[in-house]
């Protein structure tokens, strides 16, 4: 494993601090930033801060293009029932699970038994947090059907007090459900 950089060493709010610099200047301006860092008893030349600044820049073009592109995703294809979501969490079940049976399964006698019970724990931690993700989920999809009905039936009880065909009203009924089932 590498040496720890400069700019790992920086105390967390100063490496804050030169985060908000970089974004600030627009990943440019080094020097100056450098003798900031000077000010704060830092030595830390200016190549250092460029190659730390390039990874932060590239790390928030992804996490951008990442947000666009979820973004677009969900303007072209609308998830009102929250499909994605639930897929997402099965995949991540499923990897999970075949993960615990192949380290269940390997015969490494090399293994340290401590890390494979460590290994174990985690894996079994993972699932935990996912099948609740996976429960909660359900739970808001019901609750947000049960306000949908809610709703529907109170529609429909003042449009029949409003003197509306028994037509109107189911029509009016079923483009409110028509709106929880896509």
Not at 76 to 98: C, I, K, M
Not at 115 to 132: C, H, Q, S, T, Y
Request: with cysteine.
């Amino acid at each position: 494993m590498g040496r720890e950089s400069a700019i790992d060493q920086l105390k967390p709010e100063d490496k804050q601090k030169l985060d908000r610099w970089l974004m600030d200047k627009g990943f440019c301006g080094y020097e100056e930033i450098a003798n900031k860092l000077t000010e704060l008893g830092y030595s830390i030349g200016k190549s250092s801060i460029h190659r730390y600044g390039q990874k932060l820049e590239n790390k928030l073009a992804a996490v951008q293009a990442s947000t666009q592109a979820a973004m677009m995703i969900a303007d072209a294809a609308p998830d009102d029932g929250d499909l994605r979501s639930s897929a997402v969490l099965s995949l991540v079940q499923t990897e999970l699970f075949n993960a615990l049976l192949a380290l269940q399964e390997s015969d490494n006698p090399d293994a340290d038994p401590a890390d494979r019970i460590m290994l174990l724990a985690k894996a079994g931690k993972g699932i935990a947090e996912i099948a609740k993700a996976s429960v909660n989920q359900k739970k808001w999809e019901l609750e947000i059907k049960d306000k949908v009905e809610a709703a529907a039936k109170a529609v429909e009880n003042i449009v029949k007090k409003g003197g509306l065909s028994q037509e109107s009203a189911a029509e009016i009924r079923s483009q409110i459900l028509g709106i929880a089932k896509k």
